[in-house]
């Protein structure tokens, strides 16, 4: 059976400017700006790897879900020629066929060379890390506890390298009714994009039952989710209101919104475009915090603080906790362009920017 494309909702599109209004509130309006915020690493090359892939192959050229989970940069890549499918079987055979950066289970690998594709391989370093974990305990018969969310696509490829060894533990709750066969053989794994205070909650939890339990050789949690969830702390700490910018099935999105109100803030939304910024939400409101998923382009945030000056936030303060400036090397099948010259970006490195 083919698959069809990927379904996407439609978000509300970029509004006019000023239509929110510069109410009068007790103190000084000012706007608190998370960094680091926006895209990480693995996004950036991910989507720089479809805009590659475009220029090397041309249009169309297929990716396996969306890329990132940004509604803004798929509709962005869309009008580029890349063609968003659910399944492998979507995609006609011989074309060219990029994985996202959520990574994906050997299955899709082999269905994708069952049907001779060209597979550009997107995924993120570090869920590759996790990947290559699985892997490894699952050989040394270990059994996985991977704390992650049922049915996001990094999970289902995480567990799909070894899914007779893997268990997956939603949430701290989730880890009372774990079962495994021997005590002594435990080990837990994690989604790369969790928030990091309820990940340790659960391995606690799960510690309390299997004392034995062994971690990963290193923490599996990304960096850059763990940065923005640092900045927003330390932001939500000094906010009436937190404004989260970044799409619905980002799960280090939702995150933020979640720490962002376990840290402070009176109140805390997600949006995708500036003009889902509600009036009320700005009643009484002096300090307004900003932030963005890690899959986040910097225009969308940008919006927002146009959106807000017009409300009389124009008074914009960066709170800093970390420095960013890592690159990852493209995928080797897009370090070369057609002429076999190498592209400055190949094999990554520092940027010097954040």
């Known amino acids: 059976m083919t698959s069809a494309a990927v379904s996407l909702p439609v978000p509300r599109v970029p509004g006019r400017r000023g239509r929110l209004q510069d109410n009068p509130v007790d103190g000084v309006k000012k706007v608190l700006l998370a960094a680091p915020r926006g895209y990480c690493a693995g996004v950036d090359r991910a ?5 590659k892939a475009l220029e090397r192959f041309g249009a169309p050229v297929y990716v396996r879900k ?9 509709r962005e890549l869309e009008s580029k020629g890349a063609i968003f499918v659910d399944e492998v079987d979507a995609v006609p055979e011989g074309a060219h066929v990029v994985f996202s950066a959520h990574g994906v289970s050997p299955a899709v690998v082999n269905a994708a060379s069952d049907r001779g594709l060209v597979a550009i391989d997107a995924t993120c370093p570090l869920v590759t890390k996790v990947h290559r974990e699985a892997v490894r305990f699952a050989r040394d018969d270990f059994e996985i506890l991977l704390i992650g969310h049922t049915g996001h696509e990094e999970v289902e490829g995480t567990a799909g390298e070894a899914p007779d060894h893997v268990t997956i533990v939603n949430s701290p709750a989730d880890a009372a009714a774990v079962e495994v066969r021997d005590p002594s053989k435990v080990v837990w794994l994690s989604q790369t994009t969790l928030s990091v205070d309820e990940t340790m909650e659960t391995v606690r939890r799960l510690r309390e039952r299997f004392p034995e339990l062994q971690d990963p050789p290193s923490d599996d949690i990304c960096y850059a989710t763990q ?30 919104v979640e720490v962002a109100l376990e840290h402070g803030a009176k109140a805390a939304y997600r949006v ?64 070369q362009d057609a002429t076999g010259r190498r592209d400055a970006r190949a094999l990554g490195g520092r940027s010097g920017r954040e």
């Open 272 to 335: 995708d475009y500036a003009s889902e910024v509600q009036q009320e939400w700005l009643d009484g409101v002096a300090t307004v915090g900003v932030t963005s998923g890690a899959s986040v382009p910097e225009v969308l945030v940008q919006e927002v603080l146009d959106e807000l000056s017009g409300a009389g936030y124009s008074d914009v303060e960066e709170v800093r906790t970390a420095e960013e400036d890592l690159l990852f090397s493209l995928p080797k099948e897009l370090r």
């Open 66 to 74: 969306q890329i990132v989970h940004n509604i803004h940069v798929v």
């Open 227 to 256: 940065n923005r969830q640092v900045a927003i702390k330390k932001v939500a700490q000094g906010a009436d209101l937190v404004i989260v910018v970044g799409s619905a099935n980002s799960s280090n999105s939702v995150r933020l």
């Open 47 to 51: 989507v720089v790897a479809v805009e």
